[in-house]
């Protein structure tokens, strides 16, 4: 079994080939296997609020109907100072009392404190909206001020067979809200395994944009224990032999599993690429060593000091995407776009100086 009192997961995509094999790797397939987790099925007025595009109104707050009271006995006069539009409205946010509950007590009984994530993929890119700056979730409102900021849970919410080859059609999703106990895990003590024909080719630093010092010391010890839990609890045991597996070590070296993702480009290869690791060439426990020696084990990469460290991949999301397609100059239209809104301003500037001085 998988340490199953006190196992850690975020269960992910496991596919990039197939539409079919999707379905085998959502959490509730292993969820045999797992603990301190609860599930719950949610209901398609609950989904249909989470791809709302309107503006982002948190339901699930305790204190949402006495607000929404507050609002309908506001008057008139008040609501004019805030627009000059009449046909404006105040948007309140619906309520799903019953859903409500169910989270809550699922809440309760993981101990107060959840991670919470879809049937594949977690809130990631949103952790910058919450108060806490975490995905640490307390309620029902914690959880959706997550959700309906995450460009991550839009995608498996609309789009989660994007990146399958096949022409089959899509299967019917019954999604589901998987709430674990929360834990405190230390960064550092996270890897990615990159694992190919049921065998680990790679391992790299989860959080490469840091350094830490422990990784080199005990380089050979984590690498050790990795392949250790891959054989003994992993291997052979999961529905497709190339997949990507992550781990968290703790300080006595005992290894947990985190999370299960397809062998592609739709996950991120952190220290490598992806062409090294579909081809095998090349796949050196140094960007730039050299492939001259045959090497013993998987090739095993993290941040070797304070010069590589790097911004985090997901500082992009707290921007509109709007501001990074011009930064970036991803999109030349838009460049051209704000040139011309620039020089509009410029021109209108440059006339009001005029008329000032006449």
């Keep these: 079994c998988f340490h199953n009192d006190h196992i850690l997961f975020q269960l992910g995509l496991l596919i990039h080939k197939k ?9 509730n397939q292993w969820r045999t296997y797992l603990r301190n987790r609860l ?18 109104v948190v339901s699930g707050s305790e204190n ?7 609002n309908h006995s506001d008057s008139d006069e008040e609501d004019v ?27 309760n009984v993981l101990g107060g404190c959840v991670f919470p994530k879809l ?23 914690d959880i959706f001020l997550l959700f309906k900021s995450s460009d991550f849970i839009t995608h498996d919410l609309t789009q989660p067979f994007l990146h399958c080859s096949d022409d089959s059609p899509d299967p019917t999703i019954n999604y589901e809200l998987v709430l674990r106990k929360w834990s405190e895990l230390i960064p550092g003590a996270e890897f990615r395994c990159f694992v190919k024909e049921n065998k680990v080719i ?3 630093q989860r959080d490469y944009t840091q350094h830490y010092q422990h990784i080199a010391k005990q380089e050979a010890s984590i690498s050790s224990s990795i392949l250790g839990f891959f054989r003994d609890h992993i291997q052979y045991r999961f529905p497709d032999e190339d997949f990507v597996l992550d781990v968290y070590r ?9 999370d299960f993702n397809p062998f592609g480009e739709v996950t991120d290869s952190l220290l490598f690429t992806w062409e090294e690791l579909t081809s095998g060439k090349h796949l050196t426990a140094s960007q730039t060593q050299e492939d001259t020696t045959l090497q013993d084990g998987p090739a095993f990469r993290y941040t070797t000091s304070e010069v590589t460290v790097q911004p985090s991949p997901c500082l992009s999301y707290r921007i509109p995407r709007d501001f990074l397609d011009l930064t970036t100059g991803e999109d030349a239209y838009k460049l051209i776009d704000f040139l011309k809104l620039k020089k509009g301003q410029q021109e209108e500037e440059s006339s009001d100086e005029e008329e000032d001085e006449s």
Excluded: M
Aim: charged share 20%; proline share 6%.
């Design 19 to 27: 539409s079919r094999e999707i379905i085998p790797s959502r959490f």
């Design 39 to 56: 599930i719950l099925p949610i209901p398609q007025n609950v989904i249909d609020y989470l791809l709302d595009d309107g503006t982002l």
């Design 64 to 70: 949402n109907s006495s607000q929404t009271q507050i």
């Design 81 to 107: 100072q805030w627009t000059d539009d009449e046909t404006t409205t105040a948007v309140t946010a619906p309520e799903f009392p019953e859903f409500n509950i169910k989270v809550q007590e699922a809440i």
């Design 119 to 141: 049937n594949w993929s977690a809130p990631r890119d949103a952790n910058w909206i919450a108060l806490n700056s975490s995905l640490q979730c307390q309620s029902l409102s």
């Design 202 to 204: 790679a391992i790299s």
């Design 250 to 258: 703790d300080s006595s070296g005992r290894v947990w599993l985190i």
